[in-house]
């Protein structure tokens, strides 16, 4: 009698464990859930590029998004094939989304003259002092174009507040233990980045005169002497002239809507006109650099000191010992690139402490 009731009892019994358990699971996972940000993590690939990216996707989850399960979303301007979206699904803790690059945001504008941009390929890569990275690619100045004034409107982007630009290959050293998105909202940061440097000169002769002459023709010249944006990072007020700075956009995070603002896209499209992605070989990150220091106000762009971030061939490694035990990094400070000649880390730093002080002297006036 007694085994017959347990017999039947027991069966209850573990279905309503199950049930009680499952429902609190659930409860726990909505809530988790409900805290994220609408952000999500951002990589602009190829089909060839699958493994290299399956190695940086494993590190951000162990590193960062394992706690979270962000969405990952994927950009390609040709199709990305079965196996591709399978493995890179599998490795993603949150949602993986893939989408196709329109031919609009995504080829050769009608304006651009052929023959001069082949001239000039053909002269950057006769050049007797030495060829620059990608001299004749149209493919990478397809990509510079489209990183800089179309990945904000691309239809899955449009879903997203924020977004944290990721590429195959790359490599955090250093666990993120809080919720970076989050953090960038509380602090209302803008745009954050990790690595800057200075550009190769040959790759830009025209675009900082093309970039004033767009401020000027849009009325917003004042933005360059101004004091209270980020305008010193990037102007050289001895000569003049771009000091060649840019945050290194293979790592950054930032807030989609400034990238949709009027001010960033007037900049941006005005600055297209030249055509320059085409006739010289423009960079997203200097494009960026100058529009985001004139438009943004202090402290809205951050340099994220304690991420450990590592894209070939440079490394930014928190130099601070706590830092690195605490968030288990991997990284050697004798690498780290904040001090070296090319980087711009430190005047960066340098610039915000200026502002920093100038701030607290108007808020005391
Ligand atoms: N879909 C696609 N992605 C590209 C292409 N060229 C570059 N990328 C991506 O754009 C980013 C920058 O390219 P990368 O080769 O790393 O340039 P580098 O870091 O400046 O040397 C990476 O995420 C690449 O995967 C392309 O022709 N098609
Ligand atoms: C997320 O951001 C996008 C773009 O700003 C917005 O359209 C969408 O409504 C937001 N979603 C949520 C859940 O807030
Ligand atoms: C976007 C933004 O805040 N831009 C400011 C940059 O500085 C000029 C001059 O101080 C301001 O007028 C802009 O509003
Ligand atoms: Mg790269």
Known sequence: MLTNISNILFPIILLWINFAFSHKFIDEQQQHHNQLTNSTLYTLCRNSDLYELLDTIVNYEARFNHKFHYDWVFLNDLPFDEEFKLLVSNAVSGTAKFGLISEEMWSIPQTVDFKLMHENMEKALNDPEGVYPYADSKSYRNMCRFESGFFQWHEILLDYDYFWRVEPGVKLHCDI??????????????????????????????????FIQSLDDLKMSTLLTSTENYSKFIFNMDNSDYNLCHFWTNFEIGNLNTFRSDEYNLIFKELDKYNGFYYERWGDAPIRTLILSTILKYPKIQRLKNIGYEHAQYLQCPLDLETRVQNRCSCDIDLDITYEYVSCSWFFDEIVEELKQQNKLSNLL
Not at 182 to 209: A, C, H, V
Request: charged share 20%; glycine share 2%; aromatic share 20%.
């Open 177 to 210: 233990n809080y919720d970076i998105f989050k953090y960038l909202i509380d602090n209302e940061i803008d745009y954050g980045f990790t690595i800057s440097m200075l550009e190769y000169p040959k790759t830009i002769p025209s675009l900082f005169q093309s």
